[in-house]
């Protein structure tokens, strides 16, 4: 059993319908330390024969035997192991990647093999010395001679120890000085016992080798063998495996500061997408903050006032409907965190103030209650039984020149109501002004008390028209009382409505996240024009990286490994897009809150964790979907079209 076995290898391309026979039944054996030169006529087929040798194309009739095992048995990743470990390839034009450097275009063999990354470098310095590049490690390849491109490429071809070396017309591209020195090289490998087989052109070459396999019309012609062949080295091939992920992601980190500029202007584009969603949702957060901010400063966060949900028929003819008993006040008692309820009533119409001969007609008028702020009581204090609290407003009807002189005099109040027989009655007392709170801050108010004795006095119960509920703690726990109050049903209608400035903060909050999220989604239009960006610069990639995937499948990386390198570009773009946009949308933060502080006295912009960590997670998503077909297209590219692309 020889090493290598070619039986019967034929092999046709086709045009349309028309066979071009290449190889008309090939039968050859190899076997290691030997030298084979392998002439022909050029169209011959010899760099057809050499794909088939070396697992780039196996579509083709007939075996190809190592060890006495068939090719023909090996899977796709199989084949991509035996390219790896058992063949290395030599190129005529050298196939080495330009953007790598001599040590790293080396290094891209190693690391697929099992050597640890400090022996993976020792290993590949070893090589380019043994080559003679010591000093140039560190050059690329468009900054060597043709000479030392080839030997650049016969240290890679070396570097997994593998048993066969193929060399399709290694010195085609040489003067003789360099094809010398090339072929020195390849007889040294021989001698140390692998198996080299040459692709050439040249008598001389062919004279340097130990055997002559000449190829003419598909089939072989002659086959001399000129010295004995070297012994076999005792194998051993380093155990391989494809590019790691870390591997593909440092090589596309390597091609994106090759290509820097370009990449840049992507990761500048793609960010402004990001960075829009990042601003515009800080910005809702701000807005919706400064509101809360400034709505709670004028009410008590922790009050809500709750009333009957009644018609808006019932409640012009004044139904009992209306009236909140013992039991609707019991069930707000019970709720979790509830930590007072207070009767309250609140009229609209047919009162009215009077201070000697001025008057003030109130449109509203509603009971004192812990929704207000004693903050918003600008002079005097909250009225106590038998005093009022006015608006700014209603004072200034009282009193034009100085509302502050009223606060200790007695005014008038008179309201007209109907009493149990729908007779109307009037309600007539003075009561002293305890304070005078800003115009913004709910109405003019009487204690419940004060207003329940008026009734009383002209004999009709008074019953409350809302209740206000006192949450304890955090302004956190209102929400879940609220809700607990709207889920009390009548029948399928809800038996209490939220009333008052609190149910305000609700919606307004309820429409600035609608504002907000329609202005992100809009933003979110551009995070498409970055996909399409993406989409566009990885194909452009692609087309360009198609010698070095067709390079590195020759190397037997694995169709997965090629897609890596693409999805890596492609993360690496969205993540420092993200980064890009997440430090800019930071640092507006930082200008757009000193001018706010100054003027509002708030922080407009406020981007929290979950923002950044959004904007972040939407970049790469982002980024790895519009790589979906870019990098599926590099992983479908066929290795030997794209080895001979330019
Ligand atoms: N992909 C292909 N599609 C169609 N025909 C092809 C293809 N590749 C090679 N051929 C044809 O097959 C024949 C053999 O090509 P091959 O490259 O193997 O020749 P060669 O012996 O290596 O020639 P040279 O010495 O010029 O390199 C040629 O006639 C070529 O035109
Ligand atoms: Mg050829």
Same mark, same amino acid.
């Not at 196996?58 to 199989?78: A, I, M, P």
């Given at each position: 059993m020889s090493y290598l076995e070619l039986r019967d290898i034929r092999k046709s391309y086709y045009l349309g319908n028309q066979e071009f026979k290449v190889l008309k039944g090939i039968n050859l054996n190899f076997e290691r330390g030997e030298f084979v030169s392998i002439l022909g006529e050029s169209g011959g087929g010899k760099s057809t024969l050499m794909n088939i040798i070396g697992g780039l194309?196996?579509?083709? &009739? %007939?075996?190809?035997?190592?060890?006495?095992?068939?090719?023909?048995?090996?899977?796709?990743?199989?084949l991509d192991a035996y390219r790896r470990q058992t063949i290395g390839f030599i190129f005529q034009n050298f196939n080495l990647i330009s953007h790598l450097t001599i040590l790293q275009n080396v290094m891209v063999s190693l690391e697929m093999t099992s050597l640890s990354h400090a022996e993976q470098e020792e290993r590949a310095k070893e090589l380019l010395d043994k080559v003679g590049l010591t000093e140039h490690i560190k050059k690329f390849p468009n900054q060597l001679s043709g000479g030392q491109k080839q030997r650049v490429a016969i240290a890679r071809a070396l570097a997994s120890d593998p048993e066969i070396i193929i060399a399709d017309e290694p010195t085609g591209a040489l003067d003789s000085e360099n094809t010398k020195e090339i072929l020195q090289l390849l007889y040294q490998i021989a001698a &140390? %016992?692998?198996?080299?087989?040459?692709?050439?052109h040249s008598q001389t070459v062919a004279d340097y080798g130990t055997r002559i396999v000449r190829l003419a019309d598909g089939q072989i012609s002659e086959d001399i063998e000129l010295k004995p062949a070297y012994p076999a080295d005792s194998e051993h091939e380093l155990a391989t495996h494809t590019l790691r992920f870390g591997a593909t992601l440092k090589m596309a980190l390597d091609n994106m500061k090759y290509n820097w500029k370009r990449n840049l202007l992507i990761i500048i584009g793609a960010a402004i997408g990001i960075f829009s969603v990042i601003l515009m949702q800080g910005l809702g957060n701000g807005v919706q903050g400064y509101m809360n901010h400034e709505i709670y400063s004028q009410i008590n966060p922790n009050a809500v006032q709750v009333a009957k949900n009644v018609s808006s028929d019932e409640l012009a003819e004044g139904s009992k409907k209306v009236n909140l008993t013992n039991q609707d006040r019991q069930r707000f008692e019970k709720i979790k965190n509830v930590k007072d309820v207070q009767e309250g009533y609140y009229v609209q119409g047919g009162t009215r103030l009077q201070n000697g001969k001025k008057t003030a007609n109130l449109q509203m008028m509603q009971t004192y209650n812990d929704t207000i702020k004693k903050k918003s009581i600008k002079q005097g204090h909250a009225p106590k039984n038998g005093e009022i609290l006015l608006t700014k407003e209603n004072a200034q009807k009282l009193n034009k020149k100085d509302t502050n002189a009223l606060i200790g005099k007695k005014i008038t109040y008179t309201q007209t109501v109907m009493n149990d027989q729908k007779q109307p009655v009037q309600l007539k007392q003075d009561l002293t002004v305890s304070g005078i709170a800003s115009a913004n801050s709910g109405s003019t108010s009487v204690t419940y008390k004060t207003l329940k004795q008026m009734y009383a006095d002209q004999n009709i119960k008074l019953a409350p028209n809302f209740m206000t509920v006192v949450i304890k703690g955090n302004a956190k726990n209102v929400k879940p009382v609220q809700t607990k109050i709207k889920d009390y049903k009548t029948g399928k209608k809800a038996t209490y409505t939220i009333t008052g400035a609190g149910a305000i903060v609700d919606t307004l909050n309820t429409y600035i996240d609608l504002a907000v999220n329609v202005l992100a989604a809009i933003a979110g239009i551009s995070l498409l024009v970055s996909a399409i960006m993406i989409i566009v610069v990885l194909y452009i990639s692609v087309s360009e990286r198609t010698k070095e995937i067709g390079i590195l499948r020759a190397l037997g990386a694995s169709k997965g490994s090629i897609r890596n390198l693409f999805f890596s570009e492609a993360f690496f773009i969205g993540l420092f897009a993200a980064i890009l946009a997440i430090a800019l949308a930071l640092l507006i933060q930082v200008g757009a809150n000193s001018l706010s502080q100054a003027g509002i006295h708030y922080a407009i912009m406020q981007i929290s964790g979950s923002n950044i960590a959004f904007g972040a997670i939407v970049s790469i998503v982002i980024s790895l979907l519009a790589a979906l077909s870019p990098a599926g297209r590099a992983a479908r590219l066929d290795p030997i079209e794209s080895l001979s692309y330019e």
């Open positions: 194309d196996s579509n083709y &009739e %007939g075996d190809v035997f190592l060890k006495g095992e068939s090719l023909r048995h090996e899977t796709t990743k199989q &140390e %016992g692998k198996l080299v087989i040459t692709v050439t």
